[in-house]
């Protein structure tokens, strides 16, 4: 009889030990995994924790000795696939984000304990269970595989939705197809009728950055959609691009309240005092009533210049804006012009009484000689060495001081749209006021990649490509978007992606999509 009571009392010891230390399984709203260790005192994971980010999870972690932490979420296609980072420092006490999970799928974490020297201590699994991707999400085709034996990200300011465009909802997709994170806003007290327009930009500091059109503010969220930062633009309307300087002020474009114009307003945001620091009124600089360049998208006696992007020479403190209907100008901090990239077409006087002609960039031929045709000057007919730019969007700074521009083909030559559509390199000489095209691709694809409006254009400088990103109706009309990278040197596609969402306005499918990282 004593040893029958012994041994009831020895199970309910073990058990009720086995119950204080054993943490319940994994679960969506979070919890803490049972893991046997010498080094782990406590773990419990998150999912989603901001509400916003359904593809991520925090990790918190104690261990009984100071650490580095290496997390990997185990990939579906190798180890091209899986995302690995590691944490900086040493400790005993970290609350860690899980980035790059799959959607409806028990993922796979390897949680990795280094010494300071970084060698292996110890290696445990977590399993974290996601939920299914929302409905919104696109169909995703991957036309081209690459060869890449690292994980590639491309991050996509989408737009496939309601017929309002809201809440737009970034995601990141790899190089396989797969989504592997998400911003949603819909439940958000402020961000719940989002609208970025352009979308989302990388800031130095790693967190994202974009302004919205609903609040009138701009705003930096980190990686989990919590909200960093916000400044007001004291209540000018945004629109289209916001851009970080490299000292940390905010480019944006902006309406004007006190205008009965829109679309034709830059100012320069102090990142810390939230006060304007600069601004560019392209009524003063240009000519406001230039119609050279018709449209049926926008009423030009309101919407003259449309500027839909904005890049940033640190070489002379200057921007560049493109404005759809205009052409691409480049300005001074005092608003003067310094060149305009456009048909010749009609310029005349500024709304500062400067004569503009004097600004135009005169082609070159692949010899360097001055194209002098008139018909091509004007845009009206084209050179086998050289075309405008039509209706663009995203110029860019190239490494070696080209601009770059996604040329939509909008009314080319002043005639119908299209028929195509193509990344094009210009090298500029300021002082002689020449431009010669350097490189170009997309002409070659015609409708296929034809995108009539929106698109981006960026350079990846760790594959020397360039990715070309026509965001609507590409492929004969659908609302279909593309990312297409194309190797530099020789031309060759070496990616490319088709994203259909499952419905769209003005068949767009998406602004642009950047290759992105998740962390820095």
Not at 33 to 49: C, F
Not at 75 to 97: K, M
Not at 153 to 158: D, E, H, R
Not at 389 to 411: A, E, K
Request: charged letters at 20%; glycine letters at 6%.
């Amino acid at each position: 009889m004593k040893l029958k009571v012994l041994f009831r009392l020895f199970v309910l010891v073990a058990f009720l030990w086995a119950c204080s230390n054993d943490d319940a399984s994994e679960s969506p709203d979070g919890s803490n995994p049972t893991i046997e260790s010498d080094l782990i005192e406590s773990i419990a994971v998150q999912l989603n924790p901001s509400g916003y980010a359904p593809l991520t999870a925090l990790l918190s972690l104690e261990t009984s000795q100071a650490v580095m932490v290496e997390i990997a979420v185990i990939g579906q296609n190798g180890d091209a696939s899986t995302l690995t980072r590691r944490f900086n420092g040493t400790g005993t006490t970290f609350n860690l984000e899980i980035l790059g999970l799959y959607a409806d799928y028990e993922n796979q974490v390897e949680l990795r304990l280094l010494d300071s020297s970084g060698a292996t201590l110890e290696t445990q699994t977590v399993t974290v269970q996601t939920t299914p991707l929302i409905a919104d999400m696109p169909q995703i085709t991957i036309d081209v595989p690459s060869n890449s034996s690292t994980l590639e990200l491309n991050f996509v300011n989408y737009f496939g939705f309601d017929e309002n465009f809201r809440p737009q909802r970034p995601f990141i997709f790899d190089q396989f197809g797969a989504i592997r994170w998400y911003l949603d806003f819909s439940n958000h007290p402020t961000l719940f009728d989002l609208f970025y327009d352009n979308g989302m930009v990388r800031s130095q500091n790693g967190n994202l950055l974009f302004g919205d059109g609903s609040t009138f503010s701009l705003y930096e969220v980190d990686f989990l959609g919590r909200i960093a930062a916000s400044w007001s633009l004291q209540g000018n309307g945004f629109h289209h691009h916001v851009i970080e300087k490299p000292n940390g002020n905010l480019l944006v474009t902006i309406n004007d309240a006190a205008k009965n114009t829109v679309e034709d307003v830059v100012v320069e945001i102090d990142r810390g005092t939230g006060t304007f620091a600069n601004k560019w009124d392209l009524n003063d600089a240009l000519d406001n009533s230039r119609r050279a360049w018709p449209t049926d998208l926008a009423d030009l006696e309101i919407d003259w210049f449309h500027a839909n992007s904005i890049e940033y020479s640190a070489q002379d403190d200057e921007i560049i804006v493109s404005g759809r209907t205009q052409g691409i100008v480049k300005l001074n901090a005092q608003n003067e012009v310094s060149y305009i990239l456009a048909p010749h077409r009609e310029w005349n006087t500024s709304g500062d009484g400067v004569d503009l002609s004097q600004f135009l960039l005169t082609p070159l031929d692949a010899n360097d000689q001055p194209i002098t045709d008139i018909d091509i000057l004007d845009g009206t007919s084209n050179h086998p060495d050289f075309e405008w730019s039509w209706y663009q969007h995203s110029p860019i700074l190239m490494p070696n001081g080209n601009l770059m521009v996604f040329d939509n083909g909008d009314n080319r030559n002043y005639t119908n749209a299209g028929p195509y559509s193509r990344a094009v390199e210009y090298e500029i000489d300021e002082v002689n006021k020449t431009i010669k095209q350097i490189w170009s691709y997309g002409k070659e694809r015609g409708e296929e990649t034809y995108a009539r409006i929106v698109s981006k254009i960026s350079y990846v400088a760790e594959n020397n490509s360039v990715l070309f990103t026509p965001g609507s109706s590409v492929d004969g009309g659908s609302a279909a978007g593309k990312v297409v990278e194309i190797d530099y040197a020789t031309k060759e596609v070496i990616f490319e992606a088709t994203i259909n969402p499952p419905n769209a306005v003005f068949n767009i499918s998406f602004h642009n999509v950047q290759r992105m990282a998740l962390f820095n």
